[in-house]
């Protein structure tokens, strides 16, 4: 087994429970320019990294309606982030007891005042070197870019780290970057294609006792 000294942990997901809450805030606000968004055509749009935003053009709506719409969902899952639990159970746990060994950070598609709002009263970033969010990288998942700047800014080549990843863009993006990746199951994402893993993990638990463990 590789012996890893760097873990890049995918966020939304992977340690908080927040993806569920973005589809529905999605769905609520793109319903009102005609779009009836199931959740296997969003899942399948995630893989590529596709905007379902674009299925409301060939109804008729115009770029105006589409940002007025989806600043309406940025409210709205920030509310829901304020509402509903999204706590992954034993997440800082399991970051106290990896830090130890290994550096850690995390690489997520997911915006900064989202960032700032989910991790107002938690402590998980206190465990990384760094978050590395949205505008730190030119293309989004499933590009290697948001992984390669994170190995860019630890200085190391893909063969010391480890991502940690809950749905097949984010694996497809690790890949990309000539990484290792652990795909944790989720019920959300259970449906994608994680053949390209490394490892497949049940929980985050299962990840540092019988992957990490083993080092």
Request: net charge negative; charged share 25%; aromatic share 8%.
């Amino acid at each position: 087994m590789t012996q890893y000294t760097h873990l890049l942990f995918d966020h939304d997901g992977v340690l908080v429970d927040t993806e569920p809450l973005y589809y529905q805030a999605t769905r609520q606000c793109i319903a009102q320019l005609g779009v009836d968004l199931a959740l296997d055509h969003y899942l399948a749009l995630m893989v590529d990294g596709a905007s379902p935003w674009e299925l409301a053009r060939p109804l008729g709506a115009t770029d105006a309606e589409i940002d007025r719409w989806r600043a309406q969902r940025n409210v709205l899952y920030q509310e829901l982030l304020v509402s509903e639990p999204i706590e992954i159970e034993g997440v800082e746990e399991m970051l106290a007891k990896l830090r130890e060994r290994y550096r850690i950070a995390i690489v997520t598609t997911a915006k900064p005042d989202d960032i700032a709002l989910i991790h107002r009263n938690r402590n998980i970033v206190p465990f990384t070197d760094f978050v590395l969010t949205r505008e730190a990288y030119r293309r989004s998942k499933p590009h290697p870019d948001p992984y390669l700047a994170a190995l860019a800014r630890y200085g190391i080549g893909p063969a010391k780290a480890l991502a940690v990843e809950d749905s097949q863009r984010g694996l497809r993006a690790a890949v990309a970057a000539g990484l290792d990746c652990a795909a944790v199951h989720h019920p959300f994402t259970a449906t994608q294609d994680f053949s390209l893993a490394t490892y497949r993990v049940g929980s985050l638990s299962e990840l540092a006792d019988e992957v990490l463990g083993q080092q």
